[in-house]
Every structure is written in C-alpha cells, then in structure tokens.
C-alpha cells in the first residue's frame, strides 16, 4: 500500500503529523512537494523566500534518503496533481496539514473534491496550539491577546511526535529538480530543517528575556523564517522551552504564543489578510510616490526607520522592535494604508507569513488586535530607548558610520550634516503634533 504526504508548511521529519499519519497508513509513502503557480498567482511568491524554500526543499530530501525515502517534486495546481499522483499510485490515502489562510482552505477545498474521504487533514502542523482549540464563551476566536495566553498556557499540548524511522518511498517515480532561485537580499540564512535545528541548539535561550529587545544585541533567536516553511515545529519548540523554564524561555514561549494568537485570528477571519480587522473608517492619506519611496528605501531621514529598512534589504529579516518602529512610522506619521507596508514587507521577509505579517501591521495599525489602537510609536524616544547607544543605526547607515553615540539619532542637530543621508521627511520640529494627530484621529 501507498499513503501520501502532501507537505506545505511542514517541512521537516520531526514533530510532522502529517508525514507520521502517512507512515502509520502504508508500507509505503511518498513525501509530496507541489510547486503551485497559483501559490505565485496569490501574491505569496518572492525571491527571498523562494531562495530559502529550495534550500528547505533539498535538506528535506537529503534527511529523506539514509531512510528509504526520498521527496517528490511536481508542478502544477496542488490539487490536481495530488489526484492524478494518488491515481496513479493507487494511493490509500493522502495526509496534508490544516492551514489557516483563505488559499489553504480552497486548496484543501480543491483536494477533497479530487479525492473523497481519502483525504486526511491533520491539525497541529503550523502552530503550537490548533487555531480554535480554545475559544472564549460564545466566540470562535481570541481578539486580545492576554486572555488567549492565560487559555493557551493551561490548554493540553499535543504530545511531540519523533521522526519517522524509515520512509519508504516506491521507487521510479518521476520528480521535478529543486528550483534554483536568486535571492532578491544578499544575507539570508540557510534554509532547511538541519540548518533550523542548529540554529535552536545553539541559541542561549536563558538570554532571551535579557536581549530580546535590544537592537544592538541582535539576541533574537532568528528562527522565524524556519517556523515559517516549517522546518521547526511550534509545538516542538514551546514544549522544550516550557521543559526548560527560566526567564528567557518562559519569554521565548510568549513570543510563540504570539504566534499562534495572529494564527487562530486568520483562521477565523481569513478576509483580514486583506481587510482591516476592526473597521476603524478610512484613515490613511492617499499613497505618496516619494514618501512612500523614501520609506522603502531608507531614506527618510529618520535613522533608526532606515536602520530598519536597509536591514530588510540586506537580509530579508528585521528585528521584530525596528519592525515596530517602522510600521508606524509609516501608518502613524506618514498616516499611509498598512497595506503598503505589508505588501512591501512581504515581498522582501524571509519569514513573510500572512498571518503573523498581516496582523502585526494591522495591530501596529490601530485596525487589529491592539487593545490600545491608538498607540503611537516615537521613533526618536524608541531610538533613545532601544539603541541608546546608536550601535544599530550605526551598524546599517554607513553614512552615519561615524557619527558617535546617541547623536547618530538626530542628525539634524549635528554641526555638520552627514554627506548623502537625506533630510528627514517629515519637520522634526512637528513630528510630535503628528503623533499627537494619529493619537485623535477618531
Ligand atoms: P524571536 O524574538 O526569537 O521570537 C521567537 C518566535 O516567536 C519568532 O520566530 C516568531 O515565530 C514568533 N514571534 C515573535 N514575535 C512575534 C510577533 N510579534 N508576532 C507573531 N509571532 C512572533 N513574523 C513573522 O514570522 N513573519 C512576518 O511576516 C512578520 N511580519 C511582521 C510585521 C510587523 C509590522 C511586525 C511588527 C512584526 C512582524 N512579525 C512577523 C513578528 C516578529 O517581528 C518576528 O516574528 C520576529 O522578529 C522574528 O524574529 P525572531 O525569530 O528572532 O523572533
């Protein structure tokens, strides 16, 4: 017999229920990679990603071969391809994870028309908890996030499952080679399940509560883009830091659990990959060519804005407070849509995921999930508090590279003004009676 494991999201042998449903259903299993140009039509394609995903694609293959197995690549749309593969195989069953956002739910919508009931759709692959595992009284999702922690931290966990011990994939089937694909940033990370285990067991996580907000440290544990393709399980992770303990990992949990929150509220509201959450009204100014340019090129003469934005650019990643920080920035000083920032911020993050990308912009935003909406972030007192010393900024301008101490915040004040960096685009001098503006906007 032959069972299929239609992997998504989940690419990697440990803690994979779906590859585990596939090896306990047949002698033998064919790990099912679909190369989906409908997943480009969506929008969700970008060169770094795709970049990261080939490397995901051969270590899982790699990982794969000393088992018996190996990992079949096809082209086409998932569904279709799954049926005439299971057709073709005459395949008992094929296994395939649960997704949260609107093209996952027509996909699998897609498959179990192709299929019938022999399609297994198995929980617990993307998040730690299952979106909707646990609800408030009377609603099917969390809208704030401190009661969904408390509910999340005593709801049971499922067990984390081992890697399979062998895989036994029928052999001469036919496989399209990995995609070679040009990264559009210069400096991101190796992807793949063995890179991703390497990188969490040598991450101090005892640390994580001392440096996680410091931008100079870079103490994150960068793993966002190895939970994002699945090469590390989110309930694998929250189980070893809860095992672990201590303020680092309890805060590291925290982080995870974020995670899982912006997931459970996709699930339930798909339409806020696209739509605001809340309805707050239109309240952005109409899209600025230049501003928005400057914006996304670091160049708005803030520098810790385009500290943040040159660090996407170089390594398609950027420290969750300069993601803040320059989030609002955009929607809270230059009053622009969230959907511009989102767009472009998907187009370069490595770890870019609908839900975690679209409801943190939403969030930022003051149209999702952020029971104070109308929070505002100053981007000089949260340089002065987050890079005190300047060492981030100066790490990531070069044309502020010699410009010491805290001063690199506010270059204006400099005598001399630093050759090539722009003036700020927005008077210093008003910036507060702009925040202040963003704060009344209702
Ligand atoms: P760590 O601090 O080491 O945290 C560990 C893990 O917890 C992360 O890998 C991530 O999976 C999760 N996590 C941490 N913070 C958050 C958060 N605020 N929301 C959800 N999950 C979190 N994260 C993405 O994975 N993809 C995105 O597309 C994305 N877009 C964002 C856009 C904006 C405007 C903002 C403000 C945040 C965004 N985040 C996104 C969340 C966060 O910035 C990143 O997850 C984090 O910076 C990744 O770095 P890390 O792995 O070192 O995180």
């Given at each position: 017999t032959v069972a299929i494991a239609l992997l998504t999201q989940d690419l990697r042998l440990h803690d994979n229920p779906v590859l585990h449903a596939a090896c306990a259903a047949a002698d033998e299993v064919v790990p099912?990679?679909?190369?989906?140009?409908d997943v480009d039509a969506a929008g969700f394609a970008a060169p770094n990603r795709a970049a990261f995903l080939a490397d995901c694609l051969t270590d899982l293959d790699a990982s794969l071969r000393p088992l018996g197995g190996r990992l079949v690549l096809r082209r086409g749309p998932a569904a279709s391809v799954t049926a005439r593969l299971a057709a073709e195989l005459d395949a008992v069953s094929v296994h395939v994870a649960a997704g949260v956002s609107g093209f996952a739910h027509r996909r699998e919508r897609a498959l179990r028309a192709g299929l019938g009931d022999r399609l297994h759709v198995h929980d617990g692959s993307l998040t730690a908890l299952v979106?909707?595992?646990?609800?408030?009284?009377?609603?099917?999702?969390?809208?704030?996030?401190?009661?969904?922690?408390?509910?999340?931290?005593?709801?049971?966990?499922?067990?984390?499952?081992?890697?399979?011990?062998?895989?036994?994939?029928p052999g001469g089937l036919a496989?399209?080679?990995?995609?070679?694909?040009?990264?559009?940033?210069?400096?991101?990370?190796?992807g793949g399940e063995r890179a991703g285990r390497?990188?969490?067991?040598?991450?101090?996580?005892?640390?994580?509560?001392?440096?996680?907000d410091d931008l100079a440290a870079?103490?994150?544990?960068?793993?966002?883009?190895?939970?994002?393709?699945?090469?590390?399980?989110?309930?694998?992770?929250?189980?070893?830091?809860?095992?672990?303990?201590?303020?680092?990992?309890?805060?590291?949990?925290r982080q995870l659990v974020w995670r899982d929150f912006?997931?459970?509220?996709?699930?339930?509201?798909?339409?806020?990959?696209?739509?605001?959450?809340?309805?707050?009204?239109?309240?952005?100014?109409?899209e600025d060519e230049e501003e928005c340019t400057a914006?996304?090129?670091?160049?708005?003469?803030?520098?810790?804005?385009?500290?943040?934005?040159?660090?996407?650019?170089?390594?398609?990643?950027?420290?969750?407070?300069?993601?803040?920080v320059a989030a609002s920035f955009l929607t809270k000083t230059l009053y622009r849509d969230w959907r511009i920032g989102a767009r472009h911020f998907l187009r370069l993050l490595v770890d870019g995921d609908l839900a975690n990308n679209q409801l943190n912009w939403q969030w930022v935003a003051g149209t999702g999930t952020d029971t104070r909406p109308n929070r505002v972030l100053n981007p000089l007192a949260q340089a002065d508090r987050l890079d005190p010393d300047g060492a981030y900024v100066r790490r990531w301008v070069p044309e502020?590279?010699?410009?010491?101490?805290?001063?690199?915040?506010?270059?204006?004040?400099?005598?001399?003004?630093?050759?090539?960096?722009?003036?700020?685009?927005?008077?210093?001098?008003?910036?507060s009676a702009r925040l202040r503006r963003a704060r009344d906007l209702d």
């Open positions: 099912l990679f679909v190369l989906d140009p979106p909707g595992a646990v609800t408030p009284a009377g609603k099917d999702h969390y809208a704030v996030f401190t009661p969904y922690f408390r509910a999340w931290s005593q709801a049971p966990h499922r067990t984390v499952l081992r890697a399979p011990k062998a895989v036994r994939t496989s399209e080679p990995v995609p070679t694909a040009a990264p559009e940033s210069p400096g991101l990370p190796p390497r990188r969490w067991r040598s991450y101090p996580l005892e640390r994580y509560a001392e440096l996680h870079d103490g994150t544990s960068r793993l966002s883009p190895y939970l994002h393709f699945g090469c590390l399980s989110a309930n694998e992770l929250a189980a070893a830091a809860t095992r672990r303990g201590g303020d680092g990992a309890e805060a590291f949990v912006h997931h459970q509220v996709l699930a339930a509201r798909p339409l806020s990959a696209r739509h605001d959450y809340r309805d707050r009204g239109d309240r952005w100014l109409p914006w996304r090129q670091g160049r708005t003469g803030f520098p810790l804005v385009d500290a943040g934005m040159r660090q996407l650019a170089r390594e398609g990643w950027m420290h969750n407070r300069a993601r803040l502020l590279a010699h410009v010491a101490g805290r001063k690199v915040h506010r270059p204006w004040l400099l005598d001399e003004r630093p050759a090539g960096y722009p003036e700020p685009i927005v008077d210093p001098a008003a910036l």
